[in-house]
Every structure is written in structure tokens, then in C-alpha cells.
């Protein structure tokens, strides 16, 4: 995956690849909009970490970068997997059929100390089709 054409969705579906999660509309739109939430839908490639991940970034705030996006991929997968606070977020992308109740279990989880107000600064419209340049993928 990646090179000319890889967009927002491909990424989200690489993080499900990378995690061992199903690939399911319900699934890609929660990593999607969670993406959104970091760094907005129109250069959610910023710093090749669309989550801004900390781990494996150099940032531990998740200010870091990564080398490519397929990098990132794996590197958010392995967080979610390694830590025991997101163990709701990955039961959450193991059932793969509620973008809304994963939503929620990242919401209560310390990815961000925001925690996206709960939700009352998450939006659960469609997030569009952005291809990230080419350089992004590697």
C-alpha cells in the first residue's frame, strides 16, 4: 500500500491491516475521524502521523514524525496493542461494527489530554477522500 493514490482512508484501513482488526466501514470512519480530530482532513499526513502518535515518533507529546506514512500505520497499531489503557479501543476495533462506541473508548482513553471534550469536539460527518502526496508514503 501506498505511492500516488494513497489517501486518508487507505491509511485507516493500513492501521486496521497493521493492528490484525477487520476492515469495515465502521472501522475505517472511526480512524478517519479520529485523524481528523489530529491534524484535520486536508494535510492529515502533517509530519507523517496522522494520529500524532508518540510512540516510535521521537515526540512524545506525539509531535514527532515518522519517516513515511506506512510507518505510522504500524507504529499506531502497535501502541493501541502495547498499552492497556486503549484495551477499549482495541475491543472496540476487534468488533469492528460501531464507529460511535470506539469513538467513545478513545474519547476515555489518555490519547489525548483534551480528550476531545468527551466528544462534544468530534464530528461524526463523513470525513472526504485526501490523497496524501507520494513523497508521504515512502
Do not use: C
Amino acid at each position: 500500500m501506498g505511492g500516488a493514490g494513497g489517501t486518508n482512508h487507505d491509511w485507516a484501513k493500513l492501521v486496521l491491516v497493521d493492528g490484525g482488526w477487520p476492515v469495515t466501514e465502521e472501522n475505517v470512519a472511526v480512524i478517519t475521524r479520529w485523524m481528523r480530530q489530529e491534524n484535520g482532513p486536508d494535510n492529515w499526513w502533517n509530519r507523517n502521523n496522522p494520529l500524532n502518535n508518540g510512540y516510535g515518533s521521537g515526540g512524545g507529546s506525539g509531535l514527532g514524525s515518522y519517516g513515511t506514512l506506512v510507518d505510522a500505520a504500524r507504529y499506531a497499531a502497535d501502541n493501541l496493542k502495547a498499552r492497556s489503557f486503549y484495551t477499549d479501543i482495541v475491543a472496540g476495533l476487534e468488533h469492528g461494527d460501531d464507529a460511535d462506541a470506539t469513538a467513545a473508548a478513545i474519547w476515555a482513553s489518555p490519547w489525548a489530554s483534551s480528550h476531545y471534550g468527551n466528544g462534544t469536539h468530534w464530528s461524526t460527518t463523513p470525513v472526504p477522500v485526501v490523497t496524501a502526496p507520494a513523497e508521504a508514503w515512502g
